[in-house]
């Protein structure tokens, strides 16, 4: 199991609990748009995530938040089947 996190806590709690590896966030860069962040950080785990060629089995997004969504999509072998969105979305903040 792999985990993005963004809180230090939990990713913390991750790592101890069930996760083979955990990454958190990486910081955005100046005037990055939320696409290309998606981007950046689907490539940043394929990259560094051991025998992960082309994607993963299943994503499940928890958070609800669109750049998490994006990086599902980018992370599945195919998205089109295989990503599950267990989120509300409130676009009203």
Known sequence: ??????????????????????????PYEKDETVTAYSLR?????MENTP??????DVCIEASGEF???Q????LCKNPMELVSFLSLHNSEK
């Open 67 to 69: 750049e998490c969504m």
């Open 71 to 74: 990086m599902g999509i980018n």
């Open 1 to 26: 199991m792999v985990v993005l996190e963004k809180n230090p806590y939990r990713a913390e709690f991750a790592r101890s609990y069930c996760a083979n590896q955990v990454y958190e966030n990486l």
């Open 51 to 56: 025998g992960l060629y082309r994607g993963f």
């Open 41 to 45: 950080m689907s490539k940043h785990i």
